[in-house]
């Protein structure tokens, strides 16, 4: 993808503006590399805050509320590096938050890898 069709994409998400790098630029071209996975333990605390505080706004099956679905056909079309800087800046303009002070860059890369799958059905 080129750079400035992320940022459209990006924009379109309602994702601040960032400036645009040649590494970066580079980078878009590319898809989403698979984000580390984290521990155990994190994965069932990442697990919790997306069920728990991402579902009080997204609906606790994640098909939506006063957020826009996070179901994996919801989410088909959108640029996963797009959905990972819209879970770490959140939208300007709406309810959805950033999760920057909670979540690092990479786990938000796996928490959009997990709900680009579907959540687990365990809780």
């Known amino acids: 993808m080129r750079a400035s069709a992320f940022l459209s994409a990006a924009l379109a998400l309602g994702v601040p503006a960032l400036p645009v790098s040649a590494t970066s630029a580079a980078a878009d071209e590319q898809m989403l590399t698979p984000a580390p996975v984290p521990a155990a333990t994190r994965q069932a605390e990442l697990l919790r805050l997306v069920r ?37 800046h959140g939208r300007r303009g709406t309810a959805m938050p950033p999760w920057s002070p909670f979540l690092s860059e990479n786990e938000a890369g796996w928490v959009v890898e997990i709900l680009l799958k579907g959540l687990p059905d365990a809780r």
Do not use: I, N, W, Y
């Open 52 to 88: 728990q505080d991402c579902g009080s706004c997204h609906g606790l099956q994640m098909e939506g509320g006063l957020g826009l679905p996070l179901t994996p056909r919801a989410l088909a079309d959108k640029p996963p590096a797009a959905l990972v800087q819209t879970v770490l």
